[in-house]
Each structure stands twice: as C-alpha cells, then as structure tokens.
C-alpha cells in the first residue's frame, strides 16, 4: 500500500477518528483486544488531557458511536457520508488500522501539525474518497 494512496489515506482518516472520537466502541474478537487494549493504553499515556477513551467490546468488527458505525467495511455502499467506506478486507484492515493508530499516537498527534496526513487539516471529503473507490473497480 503506497502512501498517499486512496486506502492509504482512508486508513489513515479511520485512524484520526479512532484517536480523537468520543463516546467510540469497538466491537471485535475476543483475540483481538489484547493488541486494542495496549493502543488504548498508549493513547492515555500520549493524550493526558484525555478523560474518555474507546470502549471494547467482543463480537463482529465495528467501529461505532451510539450505534453508527464511524467506518464500513461492507462491499455495498453506506446510505451516509458520515460513515467512511472501506470496501477492503476487514481482517488485514484491522491490523493496518492498529499500526497507523500507534504511528500517529508517536508522531504526537492529534497535537502535530500534518501528522494525520493533512497539511492544512482540513475536512474529510468522503464523496470524493467514495469517487475515488469506484474508479479503482
């Protein structure tokens, strides 16, 4: 997966959400938490300010607040532009979602400056993401 590359940049606005959204559960595998709980811990130790962090729960991988999934990994199409599209593998996802996560969480961010790939920090534009996916079918 190059850098800069469109789920290069997907994977790396999944993570920036990870790091910074509030009230986030993450339902997955049991198997699985002992490597989520460690990031979650990593982010106490790099954001003290921090006073809530993800919750873990076991079952089917989803990335959610109050029941809407911050990410897909469905082949279909999510209805909202609210939810990032990742029509990718979820199971190889995950383990690049936990390595981008702790690469961002040493850079410094979310205080550095471009660390989560936007220079002017600008918003996530998921309509174009999503134009992007669907030329690369």
């Known amino acids: 997966m190059g850098e800069n590359s469109t789920l290069w940049l997907a994977l790396r606005e999944a993570s920036r959400r990870i790091l910074v959204e509030q009230n986030l559960v993450i339902r997955l595998p049991?198997?699985?938490h002992e490597q989520w709980h460690r990031l979650i811990l990593n982010m106490g130790d790099s954001m003290p300010?921090?006073?809530?962090?993800p919750l873990m729960e076991a079952g089917e991988c989803s990335f959610h607040i109050?029941?809407?999934?911050?990410?897909?990994?469905?082949?279909?199409e999510p209805n909202s532009l609210d939810?990032?599209?990742?029509?990718?593998?979820?199971?190889?996802?995950?383990?690049?979602?936990?390595?981008?996560?702790?690469?961002?969480?040493?850079?410094?961010?979310?205080?550095?400056?471009?660390?989560?790939?936007?220079?002017?920090?600008?918003?996530?534009?998921?309509?174009?993401?999503?134009?992007?996916?669907?030329?690369?079918?």
């Open 30 to 32: 049991k198997p699985q």
């Open 49 to 53: 300010q921090r006073l809530e962090f």
């Open 66 to 76: 109050n029941e809407h999934q911050i990410f897909s990994f469905d082949s279909e």
């Open 83 to 137: 939810t990032l599209w990742l029509p990718f593998n979820s199971q190889q996802l995950i383990e690049e979602l936990l390595q981008m996560c702790s690469e961002l969480l040493l850079a410094g961010y979310p205080g550095c400056s471009g660390c989560g790939y936007r220079d002017d920090e600008e918003k996530w534009d998921e309509a174009s993401h999503r134009r992007r996916l669907k030329s690369l079918r």
